[in-house]
């Protein structure tokens, strides 16, 4: 067992879905520190710049807010170009001192696009627009594939997928936040 100061915050589930002309993120609300629950409602998708993307995180928090901030400030500086944006972020990312110890992960989307960030340089786009990151997200992303050909919408797969996930993965709740915008 690690000790205290090596201790290490667990999990969350985040998911995107691509479909019927909407684009839905969605996550839990638990974070945990081993094996206890410190909060079960925190919010962990959001809009981003001018509201025309969203994005979710997984892993430390404060580090997600920082790399949040800083896509917005890229965002700023290309607006409309989401995938720019995303690529001169994980270029900062991976060759910054303080921004290559962040601990998180990424997923972003704007009407056209869904990617998702890492600390290893990757933007990724998704197949077929579902992804799933964090502790639940392999869970979430079988489920949201399943559903995908279903009459379900995208918000509905998100909601119902995060459910899937958490009644597997412990460190998943379903304290969940979705976000939504139409996509192109």
């Avoid at 786009?125 to 579902?130: F, H, I, M, T, W």
């Avoid at 489920?143 to 909601?159: H, T, W």
Wanted: charged residues 25%; contains cysteine; hydrophobic residues 40%.
């Amino acid at each position: 067992m690690s000790s205290p100061e090596h201790a290490s915050w667990h999990g969350t589930t985040i998911l995107t879905v691509r479909k019927g002309g909407i684009v839905a993120i969605g996550g839990d609300g638990q974070v945990s520190l081993q094996a206890t629950i410190i909060k079960a409602n925190a919010k962990k998708v959001r809009r981003l710049g001018k509201g025309d993307v969203i994005g979710g995180f997984a892993g430390a928090t404060a580090d997600a807010f920082t790399l949040f901030e800083r896509l917005e400030t890229k965002l700023e500086q290309y607006p409309g170009q989401l995938t720019r944006a995303c690529v001169e972020l994980a270029k900062d990312w991976r060759t910054d001192r303080y921004l290559r110890r962040l601990e998180a992960m990424m997923i972003v989307a704007d009407q056209e696009t869904s990617l998702v960030l890492t600390g290893t340089g990757d933007v990724l786009e998704p197949e077929a627009g579902v992804a799933g990151i964090g502790s639940g997200g392999n869970y979430a992303l079988a489920a949201a594939r399943a559903l995908l050909d279903g009459p379900l919408d995208a918000e509905a797969i998100v909601r119902k997928s995060l459910d899937i996930a958490a009644d597997i993965c412990v460190y998943t709740n379903r304290n969940v936040t979705v976000e939504t915008i139409n996509a192109a």
